[in-house]
């Protein structure tokens, strides 16, 4: 039944409340009257360790984890928690060979570390290519996929839904990135909270429903009834391959896709550029140690729906409306929960959502005011900026308002739409980012390859199979044939790792020539003990590799 009783709009203004207050606490309690637009956008030397790991984990779980990935929960199972697991120990590298370089170079913005590297032509270009990124793909989903959550919780209306999120995470963006990230530890609070809740009663009625209780038992259930659901590498026969393509997630394009998300990125990065190195570190770590539990809280629940689909446990208005999208999956299951408890999850799935909101358009707003907005106007003074700021998260949220339903992101499945959308660049931008940081003879006109070239590359070996039989790929499983369309096509992370050869390729022969005729270049400071850690964080690494390395025996 899609409404929520009084108790649940009880939990839910409680939380309301809860991030309300603090957040105006924080703005007043730590607002300075010197503040300059790097305090505003960075909140530069304020967040803490456990700051910046919840504040990077309440950035990235959104709709897209809670309401897409349920949804690829419910069609292929565990196996896409590898976005998940991978990210930990992606976290981990970043903190320990990423986080140094920008803090030493004192890098605050990603296109200002392409202008310090390269220039300012590819900081600009670049600058134009992720704001565009962030408001037609990144910030439209976050909001679209949150209006569809709520609005299937609660029953109020899609439009007014899409509005109120956009109008709450401007309130909590406007207070700047100090605010963001103390009210983001609330966030991951409720989220986790909510998270878990869910998840229990969801296995819990697994089990209800095959007359039996616990969560034990539901588990147990799902894994005999859901077998197929339980691997976390996939086969070439199976319908999802063409999403996650076997050995890839932990050889191939998975990689790109973390190391690019977590260490190229404005949206995350920005959480630990206001810090030390060492408080920087402790909140990355902290941050992994998180992630590797999220899959407890947006795939189970995902699974556990596929398994009450099959036993014909919801009624026939769900049944069909799983049976037409998956992405559903989530906010129907929230419905079998009861009074409260309904609240708590209607509260996560709300935080979530608006923390990733907030986030968002805070890097939107710090790119283009900090690597756009001033480079035009240089003489614009400090305070200004932090206006322009502002403005700019205004009409970033609305635009994402009017264009999200527009987009198709329910047609593909919401996380899968982020996932390759984005890998038409990722490639390229990781090559530039990565050549960048640690090959001293790369140029800016390699760069600029990399940029233009990946993305052309990307679309090349998109629509490849209308002109190219690669049936002759199938057989080293890099290639999958289209049940739509009989073609056989390249799944999309294997297209980023061809892609992101070919730029580094690319941009060693272009070096390479440009350094025949002379071009300089413009290293970084760089040096190995940037890289050594404490033993604290050395433990807590090692302490994740065995996590995961258990979870992969365990799961294969």
């Excluded at 040096?527 to 994740?544: C, E, P, R, Y």
Aim: proline share 3%; glycine share 8%; charged share 10%.
């Amino acid at each position: 039944m899609k409404q929520l009783t009084t108790g649940d709009y009880a939990v839910f203004i409680i939380y309301f409340l809860i991030v309300a207050i603090y957040g105006l606490w924080v703005y007043r309690r730590k607002r300075n009257a010197d503040a300059t637009s790097k305090d505003y956008f960075l909140a530069e030397g304020s967040l803490t360790w456990w700051a910046i790991g919840s504040s990077l984990i309440a950035s990235n779980i959104s709709a897209e984890q809670f309401v897409a990935m349920s949804g690829n929960g419910f069609t292929m199972g565990l196996a896409v928690s590898a976005y998940e697991w991978m990210a930990a120990i992606t976290l981990v590298i970043v903190a320990v060979f990423f986080i140094p370089v920008y803090l030493r170079n004192k890098i605050f913005t990603m296109p200002q570390f392409l202008h310090q590297r390269y220039n300012s032509t590819v900081a600009m270009i670049m600058a134009v290519f992720w704001l565009l990124l962030y408001v037609i793909v990144n910030l439209t989903s976050i909001l679209y996929l949150g209006a569809i959550a709520v609005n299937g919780i609660s029953g109020i209306n899609f439009t007014v839904c899409l509005i109120a999120l956009a109008f709450f995470a401007v309130i909590i963006t406007l207070g700047g990135m100090k605010v963001i990230g103390f009210t983001d530890v609330i966030q991951v609070f409720f989220l986790i909270l909510g998270g878990l809740v869910t998840t229990y009663i969801a296995v819990s009625l697994v089990a209800e429903h095959n007359g039996s209780s616990g969560v034990i038992d539901g588990l147990k259930i799902m894994s005999e009834k859901a077998n197929d659901h339980f691997h976390m590498i996939l086969k070439k026969d199976n319908p999802s391959f063409i999403d996650l393509p076997g050995l890839t997630v932990l050889l191939g394009g998975m990689w790109i896709v973390n190391l690019n998300y977590w260490g190229c990125n404005q949206y995350i990065t920005q959480r630990a550029l206001g810090a030390n190195l060492k408080t920087a570190r402790a909140g990355i770590l902290f941050a992994a140690f998180l992630k590797l539990m999220m899959p407890l809280i947006v795939v189970l629940p995902g699974i556990a729906a596929y398994v009450l689909y099959k036993d014909h446990v919801f009624d026939s208005g769900a049944q069909k409306s799983l049976a037409e999208n998956a992405d559903n999956a989530y906010p129907i299951l929230l419905n079998l929960l009861p009074a409260g408890f309904k609240g708590l999850s209607f509260a996560a799935l709300t935080a979530a959502v608006v923390a990733s909101l907030a986030g968002k358009a805070n890097s939107i707003a710090t790119i283009f005011t900090l690597d756009i907005f001033k480079k035009l106007r240089p003489e614009t003074p400090d305070y200004k900026l932090v206006t322009v700021g502002k403005i700019t998260v205004v009409v970033a949220m609305i635009l994402g308002v009017i264009i999200s339903p527009f987009l198709g992101i329910d047609k593909k499945g919401g996380f899968t739409f982020i996932q390759e959308y984005t890998g038409f660049v990722s490639p390229g931008i990781f090559a530039m980012f990565i050549l960048g940081f640690f090959w001293k003879k790369a140029t800016s006109n390699a760069a600029l390859f990399a940029t233009i070239g990946g993305f052309i590359f990307s679309v090349v070996f998109k629509f490849l199979p209308k002109y190219a039989d690669l049936s002759f790929l199938y057989p080293y499983g890099f290639a999958v044939k289209s049940k739509d369309s009989g073609l056989f096509e390249i799944p999309f992370l294997d297209r980023m790792g061809f892609v992101f050869i070919i730029c580094i390729v690319g941009m060693w022969i272009i070096s390479t020539i440009d350094a025949a005729k002379g071009k300089k270049t413009n290293g970084l400071d760089v040096d190995a003990s940037m890289f050594k850690t404490n033993n604290a964080f050395a433990i807590g690494s090692l302490l994740i590799c065995g996590i995961l390395i258990a979870l992969y025996t365990l799961l294969w």
